[in-house]
């Protein structure tokens, strides 16, 4: 596929929990595009990437402190000698219920800290971060990875979708702020995926206990897609592919909205 339209060779992009899933397609992606990519994730061990040189960059970086956010955006740009592009992918999701009569999953302070720290405080440090350097050089595109259930909330995954939630208020809010000195902010919510090594049996065990089925029928659930019009799950590549336009100067009129990446999903 030619994707030299998209003219993004030698730009530099962040790619934040880029080591896995959709992280790593996305940067997979902007390197084909002929980007420079810094991948940023708390995994001490760097994705393979092929075929990219000396084009792509690993940090290991813990997006909820910003004394690692600074230094990962700081050797970015050291290494690549800017910052164009930032993907806000980074988050965690951990299947909970308000009250569990069961005992088992129940919401506590911990769970709520912990994907709240990730989900947002991550979202708005590496924004802030990358968008200083952005504003001084007049240009620059932030993209924040949220989630279809952000708008319809999720069955035992409430903190997961208020964040995304919140992240969609966050791209419309800077997008007025950052649009004005030359930068561009958007989002995208991927609606139900095919399944990647971030499923975890202990995630899925997790989400069909709160839901009341076994995981055998979760995953039944997974491959119906009932809710989906299109009728199957999306690729990974489908949601890198609508990054790396949004992050592109073909898209350089989309501003402040999030677009959903998800078959046309919804709970009508």
Not at 3 to 20: C, H, Q, R, S
Not at 128 to 138: D, L, N, P
Not at 209 to 231: D, F, H, N, Q
Request: with cysteine; hydrophobic share 40%; proline share 2%.
């Amino acid at each position: 596929m030619d994707t030299t339209w998209l003219d993004l060779a030698g730009k530099t992009a962040i790619v934040t929990g880029g080591a896995a899933g959709i992280g790593r397609a996305i940067a997979a992606e902007l390197l084909a595009d002929g980007a420079n990519v810094a991948v940023c994730d708390l995994n001490p061990e760097a994705p393979q990437m092929e075929d990219c040189g000396d084009r792509f960059f690993y940090v290991q970086a813990d997006v909820t402190r910003r004394d690692s956010v600074e230094a990962m955006v700081d050797a970015a740009a050291e290494r690549f000698g800017a910052v164009d592009i930032l993907v806000n992918n980074a988050g965690i999701n951990i299947p909970a219920l308000l009250v569990d009569e069961g005992g088992r999953h129940e919401l506590t302070d911990a769970v709520w800290d912990k994907v709240m720290a990730v989900n947002l405080k991550g979202t708005y440090l590496c924004a802030q971060a990358a968008a200083r350097r952005m504003v001084k050089q007049g240009s620059g595109v932030i993209v924040n990875i949220s989630s279809e259930s952000g708008l319809e909330g999720s069955e035992g995954q409430s903190v997961y979708a208020a964040t995304k939630n919140a992240v969609n208020s966050l791209t419309r809010s800077w997008a007025k702020e950052l649009g004005k000195k030359g930068v561009r902010v958007v989002g995208v919510a991927p609606g139900i995926l095919e399944a990647t090594n971030l499923r975890t049996e202990a995630y899925e065990t997790a989400l069909a206990y709160t839901r009341g089925i076994t995981v055998e029928k979760l995953r039944e659930g997974y491959a119906s897609t009932s809710t989906t019009p299109m009728g199957r799950s999306g690729k990974l590549t489908e949601v890198a592919a609508t990054v790396a336009f949004l992050a592109s100067g073909k898209a350089s009129y989309v501003h402040g909205v999030t677009l959903n990446v998800a078959g046309g999903k919804t709970r009508g």
